[in-house]
T-cell receptor, first 114, second 114 residues
Framework: AQSVSQHNHHVILSEAASLELGCNYS??????LFWYVQYPGQHLQLLLK??????LVKGIKGFEAEFIKSKFSFNLRKPSVQWSDTAEYFC????????????FGKGTMLLVSP | EPEVTQTPSHQVTQMGQEVILRCVPI?????FYWYRQILGQKVEFLVS????????KSEIFDDQFSVERPDGSNFTLKIRSTKLEDSAMYFC????????????FGPGTRLTVT
């Protein structure tokens, strides 16, 4: 069965700092990859997704992620974070077998101080 | 933009009681899911539903759980006899297809079992 690892459970940054959140997955076949964000008190929202093609994907709010197949990674980046980026970030994997449920990582809580 | 809705937003129940959590998926979606998130833990898959039957379920989804699509719009999760450990946020999600489609999540129902 596939699994997703997010190495940083808590990240604290100052505004304007650059962000990189790590995500690694374990699955030998074709995957679709997602980053979801959960702002305080709100539901999961899709930040960006990778299905195929260009491994560098751009999402909403200035976020991007790079799929590196050889490293089984899909790290999330943002060059300059804002206070409003304070949220929990979840990496998720969907395989192309079965009915394609999402397997989530444990999440990374990002706190951006003004 | 269409969205997934869930009711109630918060449900408090006593141990041993039955609860029904309701979801209205996006209208042209065909695949429906329930996930849960115990406080401080990752989002976990419970069950997927397609064509009026369960297509996949996790080991969490035991005989105490059931799902139903009683009409053309609602998708429900029933817990027959709640346990303390059922306390969690329950998210409903829907998608138009399994390959190349993202899942849209509802705002969640916080279930508290006392």
């Amino acid at each position: 069965a596939q699994s997703v690892s997010q190495h940083n459970h808590h990240v604290i940054l100052s505004e304007a700092a650059s962000l990189e959140l790590g995500c690694n997955y374990s699955y030998g076949g074709t995957v679709n990859l997602f980053w979801y964000v959960q702002y305080p008190g709100q539901h999961l929202q899709l930040l960006l997704k990778y299905f195929s093609g260009d491994p560098l994907v751009k999402g909403i709010k200035g976020f991007e992620a790079e799929f590196i197949k050889s490293k089984f990674s899909f790290n999330l980046r943002k060059p300059s974070v804002q206070w409003s980026d304070t949220a929990e970030y979840f990496c998720a994997v969907k395989t192309n077998s079965g009915y394609s449920t999402l397997t989530f990582g444990k999440g990374t809580m990002l706190l951006v101080s003004p | 933009e269409p969205e997934v809705t869930q009711t109630p937003s918060h449900q408090v129940t006593q141990m041993g009681q039955e609860v029904i959590l309701r979801c209205v998926p996006i209208s042209n979606h065909l695949y429906f899911y329930w996930y849960r998130q115990i406080l401080g833990q990752k989002v976990e898959f419970l069950v997927s539903f397609y064509n009026n039957e369960i297509s996949e379920k996790s080991e969490i989804f035991d005989d105490q759980f059931s799902v139903e699509r009683p009409d053309g719009s609602n998708f429900t999760l029933k817990i027959r006899s709640t346990k303390l450990e059922d306390s969690a946020m329950y998210f409903c999600a829907s998608t138009a297809g399994v390959s190349g489609y993202e899942q849209y999540f509802g705002p969640g129902t916080r279930l508290t079992v006392t």
